[in-house]
């Protein structure tokens, strides 16, 4: 396309121009210290600004999707397709210092009828994109793991009861919430110290979507 705007089902996707980057100014490494300006660390020189538009999965029907486009200068629009994504991979970390969602801080206790911050847990929850479930764990630690999503890795102190509890929570559920404390793995894998529940979860299409743990 050349330069106009879009609209989908009646939802303004912004404007789009084809234009091409500067073909100088790239740099062979990328330091952002000091000052910042406009052309540091640039990339893609000589490539187009802009070849993706995304579109919110809310704006899309399941047949009948009407794409309006308003060209200024010329375009073909026969290069136009759409691509479906979906989250393939969720992750989550929480430590147990950590606040407790805040659903619970709302239970009624018998002081003051509220419960305590300090008398609830953290928790984490992970959840896939509608129509999908956690089909497998990846990943799931309870103690002191290392790392970060998709490269996480067990530390010095691991529960192994880790990947089964995570299992029973999750798989085969669109959504999940694990507590995080000691009690929900059966023990404490290293005393006097904070332990994080990091977990990584994959996610697939399923007709089933009736179960749900949120």
């Not at 950590?98 to 509220?114: A, E």
Request: aromatic share 8%; hydrophobic share 30%; with cysteine.
């Amino acid at each position: 396309m050349g330069k106009g705007q879009a609209w989908v089902n009646g939802h303004n996707i912004g404007r789009f121009w084809s234009l091409v980057a500067p073909k100088d100014g790239c740099q062979e490494t990328c330091d952002y210290r000091g000052a910042y300006n406009e052309n540091k660390c640039a990339k893609n020189c000589g490539k187009l600004s802009q070849k993706w538009y995304h579109v919110p999965r809310s704006w899309l029907k399941s047949s009948d999707n009407l794409l309006v486009i308003f060209e200024e200068t010329g375009g073909n629009p026969l290069g136009i397709s759409v691509n479906l994504h979906y989250t393939r991979t969720i992750c989550g970390s929480v430590s147990e210092s950590d606040y407790p969602p805040l659903h619970r801080w709302t239970r009624q206790s018998s002081i003051h009828g509220r419960t305590s911050i300090s008398n609830t847990t953290p928790e984490m929850q992970l959840r896939c994109d509608d129509g999908h479930v956690i089909s497998d764990i990846v990943f799931a630690s309870y103690g002191t793991p290392l790392g970060s999503c998709q490269h996480f890795s067990t530390g010095q102190c691991h529960a192994d009861s880790s990947l089964s509890v995570v299992s029973n929570a999750c798989l085969g559920r669109n959504n999940c919430s694990i507590e995080v404390s000691n009690a929900a793995f059966g023990s404490d894998p290293c005393q006097y110290t904070i332990k994080t529940l990091a977990v990584e979860a994959s996610c697939t299409l399923s007709s089933n979507t009736g179960k749900s743990q949120l």
